[in-house]
């Protein structure tokens, strides 16, 4: 499975932008998909989970009621709507899929830039 992630760019806080991740190799309609993000300096942090059907999602609480992770198994995409944009958002975002445990998936995107700017 090869995973490609894009919309990232630069926005003034309180702006939207909407991440896709496409997958391509095979369906990944049966895999847990989720968004990872690393800001420069620190480590990679959990963003947000979804369930193979999508009837369940998960969120870090410092983006709850802000962003919204969707799929559409149909096109074999998985998508971040980011709603209310903070500069502390401003990272490098990984689409990841087939969770293997609460941080550990089998295949990885290559990362699409935001930034927020203040």
């Not at 391509?24 to 620190?42: D, T």
């Not at 959990?46 to 193979?52: C, E, Y």
């Not at 980011?82 to 899929?97: F, G, I, R, S, V």
């Amino acid at each position: 499975v090869q995973l490609q992630a894009s919309g990232g760019g630069l926005v003034q806080a309180g702006g939207s932008l909407r991440l896709s991740c496409a997958a391509s190799g095979r369906s990944v309609s049966r895999y847990a998909m989720a968004w990872f993000r690393q800001a420069p300096g620190k480590e990679r942090e959990f963003v947000a989970a979804i369930s193979s059907s999508g009837g369940s999602t998960n969120y870090a609480d410092s983006v709850k009621g802000r962003f919204t992770i969707s799929r559409d198994n149909a096109k074999n995409t998985v998508s971040l709507q980011m709603n209310n944009l903070k500069p502390e958002d401003t990272a490098q975002y990984y689409c990841a899929a087939d969770q293997r445990s609460s941080t550990s998936f089998t295949f990885w995107g290559q990362g699409t830039l935001v930034t927020v700017s203040s």
